[in-house]
């Protein structure tokens, strides 16, 4: 579920802002970014 969260918002990366965000969100929860790239 969280995957499909995850994937779904990364999937949607249209400005730089939000490219932002992504990588704030790598960086903060990167087990959780790790577990669903892999």
Do not use: Y
Not at 23 to 36: A, D, E, G, M, W
Request: net charge positive; aromatic share 6%; hydrophobic share 35%.
């Amino acid at each position: 579920m969280a995957c499909d969260t995850l994937n779904t918002f990364t999937g949607q990366i249209h400005t730089q802002k939000q490219l932002l965000g992504s990588l704030l969100l790598k960086n903060r929860f990167p087990s959780l970014v790790q577990s669903c790239e892999s």
